[in-house]
């Protein structure tokens, strides 16, 4: 008999034989004998059918079918065998497909021919994709999680350049081609109203260099009248030969579109992240076989970074074995302890709140003084620090905040998991909700007037386009915040990494060597697309500087993560973080959508300057144009939907189709539940009706055993016959070659119908 | 279509294009690093299937493969022999399967062999403690080692012989969020 000794070693303690001939185990044969054993495995291949997809093709059970031609079949590669029997098993199908006829024949070579191309295709357009090189080598030296993080970088600038690119093709490109195109642009005329005077803000006389400067930095001066902001669309239609351009309806129309494309990018994005949480538990994911079995990133390359892969994987352990202690912990924990732990929760999340309505008071208040001073012009200095004085409070609190949450959080007690996750949270709120107040506290100056209620409907002595004043103050928030991230890196990270390296001191040492926070950097990036996405209406460049930004971030992170990080101690896993980062995002979609939806719609546009002069909200433009269609069905339909009977039922439908899906999810569960006892419930049921089976065997005189499901013709009974079954029984070597026991396998895979093996 | 070149037939290359996730590029990529871990040895002409194997010391010596806990076991599993001697075509292989495109079925049948210390189709306590003690060098104490063994077979064994089978192991792998990322070798 054949030895497969490669895999069969000598066991330790006893075992039992038939356990060994199960199909289960059999399966797990990588290389089998040569010759005949190989032509009968390639007849099991072909019945395999494309089962559970689970890689088995052993087992006698399978060659217990008749042997036919499947209509489906595994490509060859997906095969878990050697080279060499691949390329037999290639070779059989394409002699089969000859045997076959031609037109099945030319079906099947031109689908071959159709999945080279399509592979080739691939690979061209994969050498294509941005930064391909540079992530490649971040990943060998860093591992997925860091990856995860410049691939999310890679996504935001796609996803600025299509924003900008919608807007410029609809709003701006017109515009500009007119003249070329014979359209004939109409302007929005100025009706000799109060509201409609707009004083230029261009410099005049002698202009000093630093006011350049100036201007280049705040948007004002003579960047204000430019494609850059609202204000300089002034542009009623244009009338091109043959059709008239709305160009009102095209700036409203297209922000909607870009809100809307950017939700179903993320949402499509994060939609297999989403699936995986859903389905696992969330106790398993993070369980110490994710942890052995796939915890090791194979594509580290560096010594450094295996050291630190190693390290990270014992912190992660350690962390583990120290969560399920805090486990037992909080179980054991006596009422008393409860409450105290409750009521400094308390206290310190009222102190949390308490920070946070601070940070909010003072940004508001810094936006107030901030606008009350851009009016008084003083000298250069002064003046450029007023302008940025809101972006200077936001980083302020955003830089101070995380600090205050990491050391509040030791004291709440959470486990360590939680622990990071709830600090996250009051991160992510904290950044995302200052550029809600600052908008609040714009959009309050703005609808204040001295006397009474505006004129207008806004104020306009002081802002006579408003909208191109809140476009400047995004322009401000984007620009600040890339000198802010540029200046870090080269002033904070480099002399750190300097002094460290150079400096032995006990200090030095103790501050260590930067490390590349993911959560932090993440939420660097979303707060900047969550400008972006505010700032778009109002500055309609703003993505084309985002994605500029983002383009130079990427070399920026890139250089002082390669030069002078290491990879956080805390591991971020690579699954989740994907996930975290699109949520974040998803979040921070959210929280831009509100302002626009509340600029567009409730505050009064300005009559002075902009596409929407002749309405009073620019949400009006819409209605307007559905009134003036020619089609009267259509306008009856519009209106309709727009009405509020629509709108209640569409979302009394969503929360029916919401809960569906929940209670489906759930008996998913639950059905997932059960099939998991089941299969421990078949694995018992497997070993002991295994050992009754031997006591059986040897309680009774050797006999030939008679399968008790009736003899099926077997593919393979050529070799051994009854005789050979007889012998196996008592001979040692029962667990080599599988062509000398298939006569056994047979006789067990008869037996049970539903062993767990098939499941 | 290309430079013409003279190291397979194009019935060799259209056959491992067929048989891996490689395209003709990588495959002839592919040869060429086999070839350079040992220039004397490998033929530059592979036309006539010359019958060449390469120690397991050249290729665990290879960037890809120098830094990962398992190389000798990985190498191993790909071999004819079970010693590590690998052939052109277990050295494709082996990148076929470790490669991005490879279902998590196939990845997972591999794993198991490569984790199975012993060889002796299960994952016991004794491979585990094996593959945690790669994984951390040794820098666990024993008590934390073994209870970190515990708590894995715990968490994966499904028919209660405190042994992980290639059943156990596929379903839990199913529901390792991280695996196909991370048994992943990009060459």
Redesign the interface.
């Known amino acids: 008999m054949d030895n497969d000794?490669?895999?069969?070693?000598a066991?330790t303690g006893p075992t039992n034989p038939l356990l060994?001939q199960l199909p289960?185990?059999q399966?797990?044969l990588?290389?089998r004998k040569p010759a005949n054993g190989g032509s009968k495995r390639r007849s099991s291949s072909r019945t395999r059918m494309g089962s559970s997809?689970?890689?088995r093709w052993g087992g006698a059970t399978v060659a217990l079918r008749e042997e036919k031609t499947p209509p489906l079949q595994r490509?060859?590669?997906?095969l878990?065998r050697?080279?060499?029997e691949?390329?037999r098993d290639?070779e059989q199908r394409l002699e089969q497909d000859r045997e076959l006829s031609s037109w099945r024949q030319r079906r099947r070579s031109l689908h071959?021919s159709l999945k080279?191309l399509r592979?080739?295709l691939q690979?061209r357009l994969s050498s294509l994709v941005l930064w391909r090189g540079d992530i490649?080598l971040i990943?060998?030296m860093f591992g997925?999680g860091i990856l995860s993080y410049f691939s999310f970088l890679r996504f935001l600038v796609l996803l600025n350049l299509v924003i900008f690119l919608l807007m410029f093709s609809f709003v701006m490109l017109p515009i500009i081609i007119a003249p070329h195109a014979g359209g004939n642009v109409t302007f929005n005329q100025a009706d000799g109203s109060v509201c409609s005077v707009y004083p230029t803000s261009a410099r005049r006389g002698l202009v000093i260099f630093h006011e350049h400067i100036t201007d280049l930095l705040s948007g004002g001066g003579f960047l204000e009248q430019t494609y850059l902001f609202y204000g300089y669309y002034k542009v009623h239609a244009i009338s091109f030969p043959g059709f008239t351009y709305n160009l009102p309806l095209a700036y409203l129309l297209v922000t909607v579109a870009y809100l809307c494309l950017s939700l179903v990018w993320i949402v499509q994005r994060s939609a297999t992240g989403f699936k995986?949480n859903l389905?696992?538990d969330e106790d398993?994911?993070q369980?110490?076989?994710?942890k052995?079995?796939?915890?090791?990133?194979?594509?580290?390359?560096?010594?450094d970074?295996?050291r630190l892969k190693?390290s990270s994987?014992?912190y992660e352990?350690?962390t583990d074995?120290e969560e399920?202690r805090i486990k037992q912990k909080i179980a054991d924990r006596s009422r008393k302890e409860r409450c105290r732990i409750y009521t400094i929760r308390l206290i310190l999340n009222v102190f949390v709140i308490a920070v946070l309505a601070a940070c909010f008071y003072s940004i508001y208040r810094a936006t107030i003084f901030s606008q009350k001073a851009q009016m008084e012009k003083v000298n250069f200095m002064r003046d450029l620090i007023y302008e940025y004085l809101p972006s200077i409070v936001i980083t302020l609190a955003n830089f101070i905040t995380p600090l205050l949450f990491s050391v509040i959080i030791n004291f709440e007690d959470y486990s360590p998991a939680f622990e990071i996750r709830f600090t996250l949270m009051r991160c992510v709120f904290m950044r995302l909700t200052s550029i809600g107040v600052l908008l609040f506290s714009l959009w309050s100056q703005i609808t204040q007037c001295k006397e009474g209620p505006c004129l207008c409907g806004y104020n306009h002595q002081l802002y006579s386009c408003w909208e191109t004043r809140v476009g400047q103050e995004m322009y401000k928030l984007t620009v600040f915040d890339f000198i802010i991230i540029a200046a870090v890196t080269i002033f904070v990270e480099f002399p750190r990494k300097l002094m460290v390296n150079y400096c032995g001191c006990g200090l030095m040492r103790w501050w260590g060597q930067q490390e590349f926070a993911i959560p932090q950097n993440v939420l660097e990036i979303v707060y900047g697309q969550t400008i972006c996405w505010i700032g778009t209406f109002y500055c309609p460049l703003l993505p084309a500087i985002c994605t500029i930004k983002y383009f130079f971030i990427f070399y920026i992170k890139k250089v002082s993560l390669v030069n002078n990080c290491r990879p956080a101690t805390r591991p971020f896993?690579?699954?989740?973080s994907n996930f975290f980062f699109l949520v974040v995002l998803l979040i921070g979609l959210a929280l831009a959508s509100l302002p626009v939806m509340v600029g567009v719609g409730q505050i009064n546009c300005s009559q002075a300057c902009g596409p929407f002069v002749n309405y009073t909200v620019s949400w009006e433009v819409l209605p307007r144009t559905v009134s003036l269609l020619p089609n009267k069905a259509l306008r009856d339909l519009l209106f309709a939907l727009a009405s509020e009977a629509v709108a209640v039922s569409l979302f009394v439908i969503t929360c029916v189709g919401m809960f569906y899906v929940i209670a489906l999810a759930g008996a998913h569960k639950r059905v997932i539940n059960q099939l998991?006892e089941q299969?421990?419930m078949?694995?018992?049921d497997?070993?002991f009706l295994i050992q009754k089976l031997c006591q059986a065997q040897r309680m009774t005189p050797a006999r030939p055993p008679v399968p008790p499901g009736g003899p099926q013709p077997l593919a393979r009974a050529g070799r051994d016959g009854s005789a050979g079954s007889r012998s196996s029984w008592g001979s040692p070597s029962y667990h080599t070659s599988f062509s000398t026991n298939h006569s056994d396998a047979m006789f067990l895979a008869n037996a049970p119908p539903h062993g767990?093996?098939h499941? | 279509m290309g430079n013409k070149q003279t190291i397979f037939t194009d019935e060799q290359l259209d056959?491992y294009?067929?048989?891996?996730?490689f395209?003709r590029?990588?495959i002839l990529r592919l040869h060429g690093r086999y070839h350079e871990l040992a220039p004397h040895l490998v033929p530059m002409d592979y036309t006539k299937e010359p019958d060449c194997k390469l120690p397991l010391a050249l290729i665990v010596a290879m960037?890809?493969l120098?830094?990962?806990?398992?190389r000798n076991r990985i190498v191993e599993?790909f071999s004819?022999?079970?010693l590590g001697n690998q052939s052109f075509?277990?050295f494709?292989?082996m990148f076929?399967?470790?490669s991005e495109m490879?279902?998590r079925?196939?990845k997972?049948?591999?794993?198991?062999?490569i984790?199975d210390f012993?060889?002796?189709?299960f994952l016991c306590k004794e491979d585990?403690e094996q593959?945690?003690n790669r994984?951390?060098?040794e820098?666990?104490t024993e008590e934390?080692v073994q209870?970190?063994c515990e708590?894995?077979i715990e968490?994966?064994d499904?028919?209660?012989?405190h042994k992980l089978?290639?059943?156990d192991?596929?379903?839990?792998?199913t529901?390792?969020?991280?695996?196909l990322?991370?048994?992943?070798?990009?060459i």
Request: glycine share 4%; net charge negative; hydrophobic share 35%.
């Open positions: 000794s490669v895999f069969y070693s066991r060994d289960s185990y399966s797990l990588y290389r997809g689970s890689g490509p060859v590669r997906e878990p050697t080279m060499a691949k390329r290639r071959r080279r592979a080739d690979e490649h990943e060998g997925t995986r389905i696992q398993r994911f369980s110490f076989c994710n052995i079995f796939a915890g090791w990133d194979c594509c580290i390359t560096n010594e970074a295996a190693r994987l014992l352990l350690k074995l399920e896993r690579a699954s989740s998991r299969l421990v078949e694995g018992r497997k070993r767990s093996t499941v | 056959a294009q067929d048989c891996t996730f395209t590029k990588e960037p890809e120098n830094e990962n806990p398992f599993s004819e022999d079970g075509n277990d494709v292989d076929s399967v470790l490879a279902p079925e196939l997972a049948i591999f794993a198991f062999k984790y012993n060889v002796d189709n585990l593959t945690l994984l951390t060098k820098e666990l934390e209870l970190v708590k894995a968490e994966a499904l028919d209660g012989d089978s290639f059943a192991f596929e379903n839990m792998i529901r390792a969020p991280d695996f990322s991370t048994f992943h070798i990009r």
